[in-house]
């Protein structure tokens, strides 16, 4: 049986993840698209730069900053997605909370939020990628994995999940013992950074001086030309919006566990038998502490 295909990534998941390296002319025309796509996709590329107060190249090059081949296709991305639904983007794929939201809606717009992050990860989410990381972590003599705040219990979950299987991990939050760890590891190794912003400097040095040494490192990030993205050799991006009161919160994180998730899976289907074998070993290491009815 041929496999499904995952629908493209939205273009306003695309236009979130790049907002941090837009120029200033490019950041005007992002909130212009964000605030009323069926408004531009009715407009000429004359008049999109008027309201935005800047010229016809600078719209053209945000297109192509898409991977858009120019304004043309922008207009019928934008038609067709804002065909699929009545609401505005901003209501849509519920990333505010109003003050007198009834607790009903709050659920309502974070079951939105959570919904279209892991959708339009998976969507975007490079295979190849996924796939060398998969193979390095496999092989890899050493693995540390660095993160802090919420990345951290990501982090932390994924270490936990690869010892199940006999994959031996290390998580590091501190930024002086993950620089240690980091002066240790080469060529054979592999560093992997978990940061939704990608700005993280406890993150960031760790990683490029991991890579500096030789060892292979991963980037898991929500903005693939943030500082964590450009330092990695292999970058997982995710495609998560914040919500009122949850900058980089639970829908970041969730849609950071859907990549460590299958990055967990693909190194157990790697070498099923091992990682069986030492899954069921250690679940019957914890049965007698279970309570039986």
Do not use: K
């Not at 400097?201 to 903005?223: D, F, K, M």
Request: with cysteine.
């Amino acid at each position: 049986m041929s496999a499904v295909a995952s629908p493209p990534p939205s273009l306003e998941a695309r236009i979130h993840g790049l907002l941090p390296a837009l120029s200033p002319a490019q950041a005007r025309i992002a909130a212009e698209v964000l605030r009323d796509p069926a408004a531009v996709a009715g407009s000429t590329i004359g008049q999109l730069a008027a309201r935005c107060g800047t010229s016809l190249p600078s719209v053209t090059r945000f297109c192509l900053a898409l991977g858009l081949s120019g304004y043309a296709e922008l207009r019928l991305t934008l038609a067709a997605e804002s065909g699929r639904t009545s609401l505005s983007w901003e209501r849509g794929t519920g990333s505010e909370v109003g003050p007198d939201d009834s607790l009903d809606d709050v659920l309502r717009t974070l079951l939105r939020a959570d919904t279209r992050a892991l959708e339009d990860t998976v969507a975007s989410l490079d295979i190849d990628a996924l796939g060398r990381a998969v193979r390095a972590i496999s092989d890899a003599r050493r693995i540390d994995l660095y993160a802090v705040a919420g990345s951290a219990a990501v982090a932390e979950d994924l270490r936990l999940r690869l010892h199940r299987i006999g994959r031996g991990a290390s998580t590091w939050s501190d930024v002086h013992t993950a620089l240690a760890s980091s002066a240790l590891l080469g060529n054979g190794d592999v560093a992997i950074g978990i940061s939704h912003s990608g700005e993280t400097l406890e993150v960031l040095e760790p990683v490029t001086r991991a890579g500096r040494q030789g060892a292979t490192t991963v980037a898991i990030t929500n903005y693939p030309r943030s500082p964590l993205a450009r330092a990695a050799e292999i970058v997982l991006v995710t495609a998560a919006r914040d919500v009122t009161f949850r900058t980089g919160g639970l829908s970041g994180r969730h849609a950071q566990m859907i990549v460590l998730d299958a990055l967990y899976l693909g190194v157990a289907q790697r070498d099923y038998p091992s990682a069986e074998q030492a899954f069921d070993a250690t679940a019957d290491a914890v049965a007698d502490h279970r309570r039986r009815s």
